[in-house]
């Protein structure tokens, strides 16, 4: 059996595999302490729950519309109305299986062979792995913790050639944690009049704010951002909803909605239609308490791990404004962020993942999003692993 050559360009996920790796140990009876998975260690809120099984009750258990239900769609835009008064339309709106799947989607339909998607490292995993796989090509745009990684307007003018089709931001970020301010936004954004390039913008960690500082959506900065502005967002971190697998995409752009659905049609067709009904009330704003709960004990974790972490001799840790991760710069002790994360791993039983598998070398990232008494003891392990090397 040949496989397709196309496969060849496809990286499997590192961040997947360690946490994999991670569980396989621990069920060898060794203890292991993982901070590899991008997953908040809290249950799905009760009001959401509750929407699901009485969705099952109601019988709400056929196909829906590809695209999604009505409900959850007007739902969806009064959410977006609600937090940065954007205007959207049914028609301007797909729910897909997870803002991964709303990725893939929206890759396979715009790129063609020889586009161009501008990407900021550090990155998530899966960006120019689908890039690729869509027969894209990746242009990285590389930061670090001295520009808070974040690009600039003219990193951004630099990188632009009449080839590039797509400029991809991911506020907060994974993995690290970082903010654009509006005023970042809209130097960015002065960069881009006059140009067809897409922005497409991943909001998923929107709701993970701390130190009371506001989030501010990229379709929000301008009319001229809004009409380019592709949003991805869904409810997978802000509601511990991982494994219901909800994401959804907003654009003015009709036409990119037609073709997406047409695509969605054929592969997945619609999502859960369970997951969809239980979405609604958390689109509605009905476990916004749980949500800041939630917030706050991130904010707490993360405060106690950044301090622990510039405790440590040879490792410096940016302060994220959002997200639930650290982005641990480890050049003080070694730029081998591999075998960094092997030897920590091995011989402390703690999972990290290597800076590598997000395109900046000599950091790793540290999820918080497990309880802190784990998170005392895995920085206590680390510390000294480091001051042993």
Not at 7 to 21: D, Q, Y
Not at 301 to 310: D, E, I, L, Q
Request: proline fraction near 3%; aromatic fraction near 8%.
């Amino acid at each position: 059996m040949k496989i397709a050559n196309r496969m060849e360009n496809l990286s499997p996920s590192v961040t997947m595999a360690i946490t994999a790796l991670a569980r396989e140990l621990k069920a060898q009876g060794k203890d292991i302490l993982s901070f590899s998975a991008g997953e908040p260690d809290f249950n799905t809120p009760e009001v959401i729950k509750q929407a699901a099984i009485q969705a099952i009750i109601d019988g709400h258990t056929k196909y829906t519309a590809v695209e999604g239900i009505t409900q959850t769609k007007q739902a969806i835009i009064n959410k977006l109305k609600r937090d940065h008064n954007l205007e959207y339309n049914l028609d301007n709106i797909i729910i897909s299986n997870g803002a991964k799947h709303s990725l893939f989607n929206l890759f396979q339909v715009l790129i063609e062979k020889g586009d161009e998607v501008i990407i900021p490292a550090p990155y998530w995993v899966t960006y120019p792995e689908q890039v690729k796989y869509s027969d894209g090509t990746p242009v990285i745009i590389e930061t670090d913790d001295s520009n808070d990684f974040k690009i600039t307007a003219e990193q951004l003018k630099n990188a632009i050639t009449d080839k590039t089709k797509i400029l991809l931001l991911n506020t907060p970020s994974n993995p690290s944690g970082a903010v654009y301010r509006k005023e970042e936004l809209e130097e960015l954004a002065k960069v881009l009049e006059g140009t067809d390039i897409i922005v497409l913008s991943d909001e998923m960690y929107e709701k993970i704010m701390y130190d009371g500082k506001k989030f501010t959506a990229v379709a929000e900065i301008s009319k001229d951002m809004y009409k380019r502005t592709v949003t991805i967002n869904g409810l997978s971190k802000a509601v511990a909803m991982t494994g219901w697998r909800f994401g959804y995409l907003a654009t003015p752009n009709v036409e990119l909605v037609k073709n997406m659905t047409k695509l969605q049609g054929q592969v997945t067709s619609n999502v859960n239609s369970i997951t969809q009904y239980a979405a609604i009330p958390a689109l509605k704003g009905e476990a916004d308490e749980t949500m800041e709960i939630m917030r706050k004990e991130f904010e707490k974790r993360r405060n106690v791990a950044v301090k622990s972490f510039n405790d440590i001799k040879g490792l410096t840790c940016f302060n994220p404004d959002g997200a639930f991760y650290l982005f641990i710069n480890i050049q003080g002790v070694t730029s081998d962020s591999m075998k960094f994360c092997a030897d920590l791993l091995e011989e402390k039983g703690v999972a990290l993942v290597p800076g590598l598998a997000f395109g900046t070398e000599g950091y790793v990232r540290f999820s918080f999003a497990t309880d802190l008494e784990t998170i005392e003891e895995g920085i206590k392990r680390i510390k000294d692993f480091v001051e042993n090397k």
